[in-house]
């Protein structure tokens, strides 16, 4: 079992800058594929981002490419989103997830674990 709690969202002005955590619980965190996604109100959830075990592999939705970045820290059991130039479009839940493989990462379908979430919103 592996229990999620998401912190650092909060209110920004477009342009501004927020780090989501996802602190994990667990001895096997560092063997779990974790993602980023997010929902916003009236809209599907939506993949974010994705990291690998080991941090060597990363993936991320075209939507955020070039201004957010995902990382872990295995020894801290906590995966990390550095959120910049944030925009209106960004305004939504942002929940982490955990999965046992890399494969289909961007999809929701295959991730057994989910956090509560953090509301993040952008205003213009």
């Known amino acids: 079992q592996v229990q999620l709690v998401e912190s650092g969202g909060g209110l920004v002005q477009a342009g501004g800058s927020l780090r989501l955590s996802c602190a994990a619980s667990?001895?096997?965190?560092?063997?779990?594929?974790m993602g980023w996604f997010r929902q916003a109100p009236g809209k599907e959830r939506e993949f974010v981002a994705a990291i690998s075990w080991n941090g060597g592999r990363t993936n991320y939705a075209d939507s955020v490419k070039g201004r957010f970045t995902i990382s872990r820290d295995n020894a801290k059991n906590t995966v990390y989103m550095q959120m910049n130039s944030l925009k209106s479009e960004d305004t939504a839940v942002y929940v982490c997830?955990?999965?046992?493989?890399?494969?289909?990462?961007?999809?929701?379908?295959?991730?057994?674990?989910w956090g509560q979430g953090t509301q993040v919103t952008v205003s213009s």
């Open positions: 667990g001895r096997t965190f560092s063997s779990y594929t």
């Open positions: 997830a955990a999965r046992n493989d890399w494969r289909r990462s961007s999809s929701y379908i295959g991730y057994d674990y």
